[in-house]
Nanobody, 126 residues
């Protein structure tokens, strides 16, 4: 059973920073691309960032480019999302997602990911 557990969410003022973590258990994710998505109340789940299996390639949504950084530590089976210069519009539940083993291509759609965490709330106050 593959499990993804996010942590690090919370309440922060606009302009502040947060670091989200996603710990994976049940299997290694070193051969799979992973991503972060977010969902605000009443809205669809949107792509935020993705990282290749080796960590040498990343891709970001335009709305977070130059403010967020995705990274991974395969030895720890953990993926991170460093968020800086946060805005109230970043308020959402943030979800970690993993593709199947061997699927390293960067993709930005929810249907391409096979495993999901339960989400962590990020609230940015103005």
């Amino acid at each position: 059973q593959v499990q993804l557990v996010e942590s690090g969410g919370g309440l922060v003022q606009a302009g502040g920073s947060l670091r989200l973590s996603c710990a994976v258990s049940g299997r290694t994710v070193s051969s799979a691309a992973m991503g972060w998505f977010r969902q605000a109340p009443g809205k669809e789940r949107d792509f935020v960032a993705t990282i290749s299996a080796s960590g040498d390639a990343t891709y970001y949504a335009d709305s977070v480019k130059d403010r967020f950084t995705i990274s991974r530590d395969n030895a720890k089976n953990t993926v991170y999302l460093q968020m800086s210069s946060l805005k109230p519009g970043d308020t959402a539940v943030y979800y970690c997602a993993a593709r199947n083993a061997g699927q390293s291509r960067l993709v930005a759609t929810t249907r391409e990911y096979n495993y999901w965490g339960q989400g962590t709330q990020v609230t940015v106050s103005s």
